[in-house]
Nanobody, 121 residues
């Protein structure tokens, strides 16, 4: 069992930055690939970014490529999502997930509760 807790969300103006964190507890964090997803009101949950257990492989959605960076610190059991040049369309609840390296939600076994990111224009 892995417990995930996201933090770092908030309200930011367009063009600004936020860094989300996802702290993990429970079974060995470093054995899991990690993903970030988001869900806007009235929309389906969508893939944002993923990182392998070693940090050596990363994937990004086209909509965030070049603006967002996923990283992890296995010594701190934490995965991060650095979000720069934020746009109003980035507004959503952001979730971290632990499981297999995948760009779809069913590849992940454990989910956090989510953190709200709101980007004002």
């Amino acid at each position: 069992q892995v417990q995930l807790v996201e933090s770092g969300g908030g309200l930011v103006q367009a063009g600004g930055s936020l860094r989300l964190s996802c702290a993990a507890s429970g079974r060995t964090f470093s054995s899991y690939d990690m993903g970030w997803f988001r869900q806007a009101p009235g929309k389906e949950r969508e893939f944002v970014a993923a990182i392998s257990w070693s940090g050596g492989t990363t994937y990004y959605a086209d909509s965030v490529k070049g603006r967002f960076t996923v990283s992890r610190d296995n010594a701190k059991n934490t995965v991060y999502l650095q979000m720069n040049s934020l746009k109003p369309e980035d507004t959503a609840v952001y979730y971290c997930a632990a499981g297999s390296l995948a760009k779809n939600a069913w590849g992940y076994d454990y989910w956090g509760q989510g953190t709200q990111v709101t980007v004002s224009s």
